[in-house]
Antibody, heavy 119, light 111 residues
Framework: EVQLVESGGGLVQPGGSLRLSCAAS????????MSWVRQAPGKGLEWVSV???????YYADSVKGRFTISRDNSKNTLYLQMNSLRAEDTAVYYC?????????????WGQGTLVTVSS | QSALTQPASVSGSPGQSITISCTGT?????????VSWYQQHPGKAPKLMIY???KRPSGVSNRFSGSKSGNTASLTISGLQAEDEADYYC???????????FGGGTKLTVL
């Protein structure tokens, strides 16, 4: 059974940093396209970042230069390093397994982890 | 890249059919047959319901169907049931520089 479990969310001050983790089971992270999608409180979904199986990474303009997606193959875990955090980054962050390649769909989702950026 | 446009809310009675529209541009919905639809119940993670415009993942009821015409994609739910009450989001591939763009979401109320 495919399972994704996010962790690492919490309260952080503006300008601070946080690293989110997404532990996967039932499949191999390094063989798949993996993505982060976020949802601000009461708002819609927003794609954040993707890492291809080959290692290429891409970001939404809203986080480019501040966020870094990565993975640890030995731990079968996906990460999102978030720096220079802003109030508008406050959201539930979901990790998702992408099927269908670079143009695919978000097939499996974690339960999400809440990031709150506030002083 | 602007979000795709969805109606804020739709409603229907049990047993009826409803359709949710998702309007994009020639750079996303109109250029690719790569629209997906997600169902989200309050406090839960989204669930994939339709992908590549009209395909259903294993386990999704055939009451859910998708289509596209020009720059607008649609999700139709037939035989409405109480458990269908949720938020629905469309998503389209939008090219290699933007990757994916979501709609603003539609709240479905089953009367």
């Amino acid at each position: 059974e495919v399972q994704l479990v996010e962790s690492g969310g919490g309260l952080v001050q503006p300008g601070g940093s946080l690293r989110l983790s997404c532990a996967a089971s039932g499949f191999t992270v390094s063989s798949n396209y993996m993505s982060w999608v976020r949802q601000a409180p009461g708002k819609g979904l927003e794609w954040v970042s993707v890492i291809y199986s080959g290692g290429s990474t891409y970001y939404a303009d809203s986080v480019k230069g501040r966020f870094t997606i990565s993975r640890d193959n030995s731990k079968n875990t996906l990460y999102l390093q978030m720096n220079s955090l802003r109030a508008e980054d406050t959201a539930v962050y979901y990790c998702a397994r992408v099927l269908g390649g670079a143009t695919g769909r978000f097939q499996h989702w974690g339960q999400g982890t809440l990031v709150t950026v506030s002083s | 890249q602007s979000a795709l446009t969805q109606p804020a809310s739709v409603s229907g009675s049990p047993g009826q059919s409803i359709t949710i529209s998702c309007t994009g541009t020639s750079s996303d919905v109109g250029s690719y047959n790569l629209v997906s639809w997600y169902q989200q119940h309050p406090g839960k993670a989204p669930k994939l319901m339709i992908y590549e415009g009209s395909k259903r993942p294993s386990g999704v009821s055939n009451r859910f169907s998708g289509s596209k015409s020009g720059n607008t994609a649609s999700l139709t739910i037939s035989g409405l049931q109480a458990e269908d009450e949720a938020d629905y989001y469309c998503c389209s591939y939008a090219g290699s520089s933007t990757n994916w763009v979501f709609g603003g979401g539609t709240k479905l109320t089953v009367l």
